[in-house]
Nanobody, 125 residues
Framework: QVQLAESGGGLVQAGGSLRLSCTASGLTFDDYYMAWFRQAPGKEREGVSCITWSGRGTYYSDSVKGRFTISRDNAKRTLYLQMNSLKPEDTAMYYC??????????????????WGQGTLVTISS
């Protein structure tokens, strides 16, 4: 059974930082591109960042480019999202995802193989 367990969410002030983690079990972690999505109240789930098997290739949405950094440690079966210069509009539930597609280009929810349960990030102004 595949499990993706996120952690690291919380409440921080605007301008602050958080680091999200996602530990995988039940799948061969380094066989999969991995991604972070987020969903704010009343909005659709959107792709935030994606990373290739090796971690050498990364993709970011325009809204987080330059502020967020995705990385992975295949030995630890863990995906990370370092979030800096946080803004109130970053408030959302953040989800880890194992991708079934073998590209980060145009990644969307339809390309997700497995979802985590989510971790809540709240940014106060």
């Amino acid at each position: 059974q595949v499990q993706l367990a996120e952690s690291g969410g919380g409440l921080v002030q605007a301008g602050g930082s958080l680091r999200l983690s996602c530990t995988a079990s039940g799948l061969t972690f380094d066989d999969y591109y991995m991604a972070w999505f987020r969903q704010a109240p009343g909005k659709e789930r959107e792709g935030v960042s994606c990373i290739t098997w090796s971690g050498r290739g990364t993709y970011y949405s325009d809204s987080v480019k330059g502020r967020f950094t995705i990385s992975r440690d295949n030995a630890k079966r863990t995906l990370y999202l370092q979030m800096n210069s946080l803004k109130p509009e970053d408030t959302a539930m953040y989800y880890c995802a194992a991708m079934q597609q073998l590209t980060c280009a145009g990644f969307t929810s339809s390309g997700v193989r497995n979802w985590g349960q989510g971790t809540l990030v709240t940014i106060s102004s």
